[in-house]
């Protein structure tokens, strides 16, 4: 685990700030606080003493979500086993510490968001996810804001990375409830009043259950899209 503020700014300089564009990322101060704070807990992997890769995870709500934030390997080191690695290490750490209702990870829609040679190819993320057991949930869930002054980034999924056995009603669906409180306060909430989308997520957590769908079935899966001049023009 990542603590000290010399081993978190290396991470953010070396690892983050190459792996996400601005929209989705937090300033370096938000970061390093958040980590300080204790509101986000880092599993790094060193390599020859330095750090080349990590997984960031917010502390679970009250109703036990947590979520994978980010994670990002140094440029050069995909599709060398490392992410899988770092990933099944830090779900496991975190269900022994946490002992979470569900792990989540937020994933670019690959039909809206192009791959690119300094963040990533979403569709290929999205097929990592799927070797390691995720399923989409069926929310058109959108990035909330990371900042005043900026639009939520549209057209992202939900992943389940691990989801307690309690919280599954049947194999293809979970309870709503867990989501529907983290998702108000993160989504709903923070929004303004009338947004389309927002209040399109908060229908999609109304009722008892939430469809869990496979990777290969991504086009059945709803979209939080829009323009951010619609973002804009409600606030």
């Known amino acids: 685990m990542l603590e000290s503020p010399q081993d978190l700014a290396e991470f953010y300089d070396n690892v983050l700030l190459p792996s996400f564009p601005a929209t989705e990322l937090v300033t370096k101060d938000e970061f390093l606080e958040a980590c300080t704070q204790r509101f986000l807990h880092v599993i790094g992997a060193v390599e020859d003493g330095k ?139 923070t929004c303004p009043e009338g947004f389309g989308p927002a209040i399109a997520v908060a229908e999609s957590v109304a009722g008892d259950a939430v469809r869990l769908w496979q990777p290969t079935d991504i086009d059945r899966v709803p979209v939080g899209l829009f323009d951010p001049s619609e973002y804009h023009a409600h606030v």
């Open 51 to 189: 750090i080349i890769a990590g997984a960031v995870g917010t502390v679970p709500t009250h109703e036990g979500v947590m979520m994978l934030l980010y994670l990002a390997l140094q440029p050069g080191l995909r599709g060398a086993g490392i992410g899988g690695r770092l990933v099944d290490c830090a779900v496991a750490k975190w269900c022994d510490e946490f002992s979470p209702t569900m792990i989540l990870a937020e994933v670019e829609h690959p039909t809206y968001h192009p791959s690119s040679d300094d963040h990533g190819d979403p569709a290929a993320r999205m097929r990592f996810y799927a070797k390691h057991g995720g399923r989409i949930l069926d929310i058109p869930y959108f990035q909330p804001a990371i900042r005043d002054g900026e639009p939520p980034v549209p057209a992202l999924m939900l992943v389940t990375l691990w989801v307690a056995p309690e919280a599954f009603i049947d194999e293809d669906t979970i309870i709503a409830w867990p989501l529907r409180a983290a998702l108000r306060r993160e989504i709903v909430d």
